[in-house]
T-cell receptor
Framework: QKEVEQNSGPLSVPEGAIASLNCTYSDRGSQSFFWYRQYSGKSPELIMSIYSNGDKEDGRFTAQLNKASQYVSLLIRDSQPSDSATYLC??????????FGKGTHLIIQP | DVKVTQSSRYLVKRTGEKVFLECVQDMDHENMFWYRQDPGLGLRLIYFSYDVKMKEKGDIPEGYSVSREKKERFSLILESASTNQTSMYLC????????????FGPGTRLTVT
């Protein structure tokens, strides 16, 4: 059974600071990794994907992957109140869809 | 933009009723998925499909069935609804071979009384 672990939070970060969200996964064969943002009462929205070790930047978001440590993270720079949401880490390792973590609840304090 | 639509945002059904939840995607995606999401349990995969008329069980298929008669449409069926099937149901699609990112519909909040 693949597992994806996230700290449930809440993680509270001041506006303008860097928010750091972390995720570990159990399946060493996993190849594709995704970050989703989910606002309360809404469905998950894909914000980042990463497939290779290292960093991938997209605007204020940076995804980091370390396959040796089975660790993936998401950094949000210049955090805004609109970034307050639950962030889901998802991993795919085979033919049976994505395995999601339970999410980290992020609160950006104005 | 990828668009995934679901037939209802909110649904209230009685115990024992047969319930149909429909999902349509307009991007010619190969793969479609049904999840349920519950507080504290996260997203759990019910069924998925890689092609028309194909279906595969996910982690929690009991009490559910699916139908995919056309590529763009994937239906989730609750044969005899029970109160423990009260949940948020999310449909997703992904492009297919080599492209695994999934795009979600808005969700259906189902209440079974």
């Amino acid at each position: 059974q693949k597992e994806v672990e996230q700290n449930s939070g809440p993680l509270s970060v001041p506006e303008g600071a860097i928010a750091s969200l972390n995720c570990t996964y159990s399946d060493r064969g996993s190849q594709s990794f995704f970050w989703y943002r989910q606002y309360s009462g809404k469905s998950p929205e894909l914000i980042m994907s990463i497939y290779s070790n290292g960093d991938k930047e997209d605007g204020r978001f940076t995804a980091q992957l370390n396959k040796a440590s089975q660790y993936v993270s998401l950094l949000i720079r210049d955090s805004q109140p609109s970034d307050s949401a639950t962030y889901l880490c998802a991993v795919i390792g085979g033919a049976d869809g994505l395995t999601f973590g339970k999410g980290t609840h992020l609160i950006i304090q104005p | 933009d990828v668009k995934v639509t679901q037939s209802s945002r909110y649904l209230v059904k009685r115990t024992g009723e047969k319930v149909f939840l429909e999902c349509v995607q307009d991007m010619d995606h190969e793969n479609m998925f049904w999840y349920r999401q519950d507080p504290g349990l996260g997203l759990r995969l019910i069924y998925f499909s890689y092609d028309v008329k194909m279906k595969e069980k996910g982690d929690i298929p009991e009490g559910y069935s699916v139908s995919r008669e056309k590529k763009e449409r994937f239906s989730l069926i609750l044969e005899s609804a029970s109160t423990n099937q009260t949940s948020m149901y999310l449909c997703a699609s992904s492009p297919g071979t080599g492209a695994y990112e999934q795009y979600f519909g808005p969700g259906t909040r189902l209440t079974v009384t």
